[in-house]
């Protein structure tokens, strides 16, 4: 099979590397779990997908987000926008499991906190449909149960797969009249190899979007 080379990419300009992480532009989500004595831990994640109606999680095998999730299935995904990764990040450097609970292995030091809220400036909303609580001040908010909590293949995070039962999106980023966000109005966070970006402008969309536009033109 031939592949045309692009007339700007010089030949050969690719290095074999070892990253150590592969957050390759991931989008970021608050995940709110009940604890056990019935408080909620509020903890930030980038690996996190959407097929249908089912969303897929990594977590940290030791974290309290995990272990909460593999007794007490229900949980929030609560998406923030790019100007809130200030607090997403102070949440990163926070822990919701209590001294003497064990070390969080491969973590930076993290401080425990049983209030995340709080601490991360944000509000808990009541959820309709699950215990855990929804982020007020986040634009998309996913109640959810998980149906299978199970070790990923090497044995050192949790894959979640998680059915979302009900989905909440502020007013602005509806298209009207319809069950649809405007991807024009909503830009996720976005965990790119550790740094925090926000959405470009649009270049265009699928051959299947339900919400087609034309995307602006590039600057000359």
Same mark, same amino acid.
């Given at each position: 099979?031939?592949?045309? &080379?692009?007339?700007?990419?010089?030949?050969?300009?690719? #290095?074999?590397?070892?990253?150590?992480?592969?957050?390759?532009?991931? @989008?970021?989500? #608050?995940?709110?779990?009940?604890?056990?004595?019935?408080?909620?831990?509020?903890?930030?994640?980038?690996?996190?997908?959407?097929?249908? &109606?089912?969303?897929?999680?990594?977590?940290?095998?030791?974290?309290?987000?995990?272990?909460?999730?593999?007794?007490?299935?229900?949980?929030?995904?609560?998406?923030?926008?790019?100007?809130?990764?200030?607090?997403?990040?102070?949440?990163?450097? #926070?822990?919701?499991?209590?001294?003497?609970?064990?070390?969080?292995?491969?973590?930076?030091?993290?401080?425990?906190?049983?209030?995340?809220?709080?601490?991360?400036?944000?509000? %808990?909303?009541?959820?309709?449909?699950?215990?855990?609580?929804?982020? %007020? =001040?986040?634009?998309?908010?996913?109640?959810?149960?998980?149906?299978?909590?199970?070790?990923?293949?090497?044995?050192?995070?949790?894959?979640?797969?998680?059915?979302?039962?009900?989905?909440?999106?502020?007013?602005?980023?509806?298209? @009207?009249?319809?069950?649809?966000?405007?991807?024009?109005?909503?830009?996720?966070?976005?965990?790119?190899?550790?740094?925090?970006?926000?959405?470009?402008?649009?270049?265009?969309?699928?051959?299947?979007?339900?919400?087609?536009? =034309?995307?602006?033109?590039?600057?000359?």
């Amino acid at each position: 099979m031939h592949f045309a &080379q692009h007339p700007t990419a010089p030949a050969g300009r690719h #290095l074999a590397i070892t990253p150590s992480i592969l957050y390759f532009g991931t @989008p970021v989500a #608050l995940v709110t779990t009940e604890n056990p004595d019935g408080t909620f831990n509020l903890a930030p994640i980038s690996s996190a997908w959407a097929l249908g &109606q089912v969303v897929v999680l990594g977590l940290g095998r030791e974290g309290r987000t995990g272990r909460n999730l593999a007794d007490r299935p229900e949980l929030v995904l609560s998406l923030p926008e790019p100007g809130q990764w200030a607090a997403v990040e102070r949440l990163g450097r #926070l822990t919701g499991r209590p001294p003497g609970d064990g070390p969080r292995p491969g973590a930076r030091a993290a401080r425990y906190e049983p209030d995340k809220f709080t601490a991360g400036g944000f509000r %808990a909303q009541p959820s309709e449909a699950v215990r855990p609580p929804r982020v %007020a =001040e986040c634009p998309i908010q996913l109640e959810a149960r998980a149906a299978r909590v199970a070790p990923d293949v090497s044995g050192d995070f949790l894959i979640v797969e998680a059915r979302v039962v009900k989905v909440h999106a502020d007013a602005r980023l509806v298209v @009207p009249g319809t069950q649809h966000i405007d991807p024009a109005a909503w830009s996720p966070l976005i965990y790119n190899f550790r740094h925090y970006f926000g959405l470009g402008s649009e270049l265009g969309h699928s051959g299947i979007s339900e919400t087609p536009r =034309e995307a602006a033109p590039s600057p000359a």
